[in-house]
């Protein structure tokens, strides 16, 4: 049974920073691709970036340069450093599973994933 249980998320001030992280269990979470989505109210769950067991990232354009996804799979935590924050940022921020070494050309959709957290709230202030 795949559990995946996030933290970190805080109100903060635009230009502040956060680290989320989202520790795993219940599975061989090295052999997962790992992946963070967000949800801001009235709108769709976006991806926002994702991580293979090989290591390999990809990141949504609109946190590309200022986020990094990162995972321990000694610890089977996942990570996601953000920086220069955002009001824009402002929203619930989910960690999601799914097996494979490789997250693919599709990982910022939601159906790539069958594994969610439950989310932790990422508020940003301007």
């Known amino acids: 049974q795949v559990q995946l249980v996030e933290s970190g998320g805080s109100s903060v001030q635009a230009g502040g920073s956060l680290r989320l992280s989202c520790a795993a269990s219940?599975?061989?979470?090295?052999?997962?691709?790992m992946a963070w989505f967000r949800q801001a109210p009235g709108k769709e769950r976006e991806g926002v970036a994702a991580?293979?067991?090989?290591?390999?990232?990809n990141y949504a354009t609109s946190v590309k340069g200022r986020f990094t996804i990162s995972r321990d799979n000694g610890a089977n935590i996942l990570y996601l450093q953000m920086n220069s924050l955002k009001p824009e940022d402002t929203a619930m921020y989910y960690c999601a599973a799914n097996p494979g070494y490789s997250c693919g050309a599709y990982w910022d959709h939601e159906t790539s994933f069958g594994s969610w957290g439950q989310g932790t709230q990422v508020t940003v202030s301007s």
């Open positions: 219940g599975y061989t979470f090295s052999s997962y691709c």
């Open positions: 991580i293979g067991s090989n290591g390999f990232t």
